[in-house]
């Protein structure tokens, strides 16, 4: 059990912007964070925003950069989880 999925979700995130030598884990990083946000958006509104909120600002790039990469398996079909990656 995932005590709180909303970090867990970001942490892998930010997990797939470590290393250069990972092979295909950080596709895989990549996309089960894409899902767990998709999830989230639509079942938990609002968590992955307060998630987002308390990320400290030293890792904010790295992150952004993440959420960059999921873009297109989230945007088109999962507005919500993206639109609280993305407040205004």
Do not use: C, Y
Request: hydrophobic share 45%; no cysteine; aromatic share 4%.
């Amino acid at each position: 059990m995932v005590r709180v999925p909303e970090r867990f979700a970001l942490h892998k995130l930010m997990v797939s912007q470590l290393g250069t030598n990972r092979g295909g884990k950080s596709g895989k990083d990549l996309f089960q964070a894409a899902v767990l946000l998709a999830v989230l958006g639509e079942k938990h509104p609002g968590a992955i925003e307060e998630a987002w909120r308390r990320v400290p600002v030293s890792i904010l790039g790295r992150l952004r950069s993440a959420v960059g990469q999921i873009r297109h398996l989230l945007e088109p079909d999962h507005a919500r989880a993206w639109d609280e990656l993305n407040p205004e």
